[in-house]
């Protein structure tokens, strides 16, 4: 089968393409290299394509046909969407919008959407399932939680089959540190600690340690990419059989603190990480923690990588081979 990746120059993209390859599929990488990378796309032919170009959008799906469509294309920095909310739902909901259109108008109906636990807002427990209430508290999860809405609108109406998958932090890199997290503005906590390490950026920042947690610090829920890339998969093919909108939490099934990711990093590293305590950000909850049961019970999945340290030596792997 053939299917189209959007945002497959990027991260999480890269190596769903991947995986797409190893099976056996043919694969192509729709992206406008805004912030994805010309050397991730290594298994399929790449179309520099803005998804806010309907026209040439239209040339894509009137020149080959697909059997689906992976997206992970998307603004994503939580605080940058705060201070260019327009630019956030241009390319996160109007983009996305030109895209369904495109598959409506050329009969693709399956369609994987890489969404965001940022979509529920402030926690209202400490492991968020799928039942918990969606309110988002920023620009960047009201445009995720839009689309969700649109594709359940497209199910009713259309009949387009699709899967929102959810999750906070993507992680890691792929098992051969062929392709691993390059961000032109980093805000991710493992990159940026192993940065810190390499000398590619200043001293990470620790934003609050008086937090209502065994060491002060935040908890977060951290998912290895490898793993990120087999539940899109798996939801392609629970679209079988499953007409509708569907939508499942991601995570690792355990939380990390901060401090845990710092320690982690040293004993993999082998050297200390420079970090500073900084003031608390305001929004932070102290834990953010996905419950993974329903895509566990419904998809088959699980994560394979659990080990906080397997999946920070994963990441290094890949960050000391970089020309930082």
């Not at 990120?228 to 099934?253: I, S, T, V």
């Amino acid at each position: 089968m053939r299917f189209l990746v959007c945002g497959g120059a990027g991260y999480i993209g890269s190596h769903m393409a991947r995986l797409l390859a190893e099976r056996g599929h043919a694969v192509v990488v729709l992206d406008d290299l805004s912030n994805g990378h010309r050397q991730a796309v290594q298994w399929g032919p790449l179309l520099q394509v803005d998804l806010l170009d309907r026209a040439a959008l239209e040339q894509v799906f009137a020149a080959q046909v697909f059997d689906g469509v992976f997206h992970f294309a998307a603004r994503s920095v939580v605080s940058e969407s705060m201070a260019q909310p327009f630019d956030y739902y241009r390319c996160n909901v109007v983009g996305t919008l030109n895209l369904l259109d495109a598959m409506r108008r050329h009969g693709v109906g399956r369609f994987i959407f890489s969404s965001t636990a940022s979509v529920f807002g402030q926690p209202l427990q400490a492991e968020i399932d799928e039942q918990h209430p969606r309110q988002p508290i920023n620009p960047y999860g009201s445009s995720k939680l839009m689309v969700e809405q649109m594709l359940a609108a497209a199910a009713a109406a259309y009949g387009l089959r699709s899967v929102s998958l959810r999750y906070f932090n993507a992680a890691g890199a792929s098992y051969d540190a062929c392709i691993g997290e390059a961000h032109a503005c980093e805000t991710h906590l493992i990159p940026n600690v192993l940065r810190s390490i390499l000398g590619a950026a200043a001293p990470l920042q620790v934003f609050g340690d008086d937090y209502a947690t065994p060491d002060g610090t935040c908890i977060r829920d951290y998912v290895h990419v490898e793993d990120l890339a087999d539940a899109h998969l798996r939801a392609l093919h629970f679209l079988e059989q499953a007409p509708g909108a569907h939508a499942f939490n991601l995570g690792n099934g355990q939380g990390f603190s901060v401090r845990q990711v710092i320690d982690a990093a040293s004993r993999v590293v082998g050297r200390p990480v420079p970090y500073q305590v900084a003031p608390r950000r305001s929004g932070d909850p102290e834990t953010l923690v996905a419950s993974s049961r329903k895509a566990r019970e419904v998809l088959g999945w699980e994560a394979h990588w659990t080990e906080l340290d397997a999946i920070i030596e994963s990441a290094w792997r890949w960050h000391r081979a970089q020309p930082w």
